[in-house]
Nanobody, 128 residues
Framework: VQLQASGGGLVQAGGSLRLSCTAS????????VGWFRQAPGKEREGVSC????????YYADSVKGRFTISSDNAKTTVYLQMNNLKPEDTAVYFC??????????????????????WGKGTQVTVSS
């Protein structure tokens, strides 16, 4: 599965961005989908992960209440709506899928290495 993430940019603290993730020639119907981010010098972090098979959504504590993962009705695009952005949200954001979708959202977000397809990242920069 080839993934493409888009929607990043430069925004002031308190602002909003919506990231999009599309899959070439596929839909997200049965996949587990996750948004991850990596800041310079830091480990990759699971931000929000959704397991279709278990209908389970997980958010990292650092983004809970500010970020929302969703998809369009056709399951062709997965979004990450990011509100009330903070400078510490600055990172490269990646979308990823596990086509098997065995596990719950928390598992995927805490074990990014089980995701089997990754898109190129999109840079999010939040200025103070």
């Amino acid at each position: 599965v080839q993934l493409q993430a888009s929607g990043g940019g430069l925004v002031q603290a308190g602002g909003s961005l919506r990231l999009s993730c599309t899959a070439s020639g596929a839909t997200f119907h049965d996949y587990a989908v996750g948004w991850f981010r990596q800041a310079p010098g830091k480990e990759r972090e699971g931000v929000s992960c959704f397991s279709s098979s278990l209908d389970d959504t997980y958010y990292a504590d650092s983004v809970k209440g500010r970020f929302t993962i969703s998809s369009d009705n056709a399951k062709t695009t997965v979004y990450l709506q990011m509100n009330n952005l903070k400078p510490e949200d600055t990172a490269v954001y990646f979308c990823a899928v596990d086509v098997r979708g065995f596990f719950g959202g928390r598992y995927y977000c805490n074990n990014y290495y089980v995701m089997d397809s990754w898109g190129k990242g999109t840079q999010v920069t939040v200025s103070s």
